[in-house]
């Protein structure tokens, strides 16, 4: 039980001025260098001139297959040459938290009331559903719909499974080595998270579970082609793939509360960064920069110098 909902906290938060470095002072690295090294790296990146500096936007994609490498070294040199960076939401986890979940974990992981998958969804979901689990050897008739989903992309699927590096740690290593600061771009508490998933209602996750669903009856071969897309950079290949579309339809993504709260940290975040000299290297979900009205969009609204991978 403790498994799941440390499934539910990591796809959640999964599911963000400080003097020049030291290894930038001492090996002379220009802001073009140092961009010029971050693309490439491999990864998806999108780059915001203004007049007084530069804003690298790194598009992060979770859970990379091996069988798609990019070249994470590159993309630690390159931070390494940065003036600032800002990477994803940090949770603040109490142990009161854990305990909550500990004590009061059912109400997370399984449907309410002794209800059955069967009461809320209608015949042609439940055929599939039944197919699923005939497929998997497993029994979702209880399960939270959120908890299942999870189990269809997470364990199914095994999209985290034969991974490399992510992004974050990748930056976050390289901000360690060059002693440069960096901060999150905002913080949730444990305890707001949790009480929102305990108020949402089975009903709030259907879209999430089709999507789940839909992904995991298509095959494995969706994790690989969704890696291949984000080392290509083909932006709208990621966007439209199954198992993104599946992650993006989940909570938190989708509460009208907690998603709003997420994407407004980046906006905020960036805004404040284009207003900053020198350059600023923040890994941002790809998500969050590429969905319609995202980040990228707006940017693009405000008549800012963007250049990088066509996103839509």
Known sequence: MIRAHRIVLSLALAMASVPLSAA???TGDSAEE???TARTSGAPMWTVRTGSGIVL???????????????????????????RIILGTKAK????????????????????????AADYLDATRMA???????????????RNFLI?????????LAFSK???????DVVRRAARRADIATRPVGEMRGEDIIDNLFAAVPQTHLPCLDAAMAAAEIGPDIVTARGKAWTSFDIPAVMANPLETA???CWPWTDDRLGAELRGQWVTAIDEAVQQPGVTLAVVPIRVLAEAGGVLDQLERRDLDVSGPRWR
């Open 24 to 26: 930038a002072q001492e």
């Open 34 to 36: 140092v961009v010029v």
């Open 57 to 83: 936007l790194v598009g992060e994609m979770r859970n990379v297959p091996k069988a798609t490498p990019w070249y994470p070294d590159r993309l630690e040199r390159a931070a390494g040459g940065a003036q």
């Open 93 to 116: 986890v109490s142990p009161g938290d854990i305990l909550r979940l500990i004590f009061a974990g059912g109400k997370l992981t399984k449907l309410p009331d002794d209800r059955v």
């Open 128 to 142: 599939r559903l039944r197919a699923l689990e005939a497929r998997y050897d497993q029994d979702y008739s209880r």
């Open 148 to 156: 299942t989903s999870f189990d269809l992309l997470s364990r199914r």
């Open 162 to 168: 034969d991974t490399g590096d992510d992004a974050t």
């Open 247 to 249: 992650l993006g339809r």
